[in-house]
């Protein structure tokens, strides 16, 4: 019996560093989930490294962008550079 997962192309594939960016990523939608109210995104970061999730500034803001855009995260601006995250039901 052949195993057709070797004719796969590889963009179809799931990379390790995609898995991990992806858990890392459910990490964070889950963390805000849990929230009861809006928080800005420096100290979401803090509250996820408080919980034992070591990742940069950097990092959780790319992810945290990603969210924003597949609209399981809603962005709201309340001044100049100020920015409150919360779960869209």
Do not use: C, P
């Not at 408080?50 to 950097?58: F, K, P, R, T, Y």
Request: hydrophobic share 35%; aromatic share 12%.
């Amino acid at each position: 019996m052949i195993n057709q997962s070797q004719f796969r192309s590889s963009r179809s594939r799931i990379t390790k560093q995609q898995e991990e960016y992806n858990r890392i990523t459910d990490q964070i939608l889950s963390y805000i989930k849990n929230l009861t109210e809006e928080e800005d995104a420096e100290t979401l970061w803090f509250g996820m490294r408080a919980v034992g999730h070591e990742l940069s500034i950097s990092s959780f803001n790319s992810k945290l962008k990603k969210l924003v855009e597949a609209d399981l995260v809603e962005k709201k601006s309340v001044g100049y550079n100020k920015h409150f995250y919360r779960f869209i039901k």
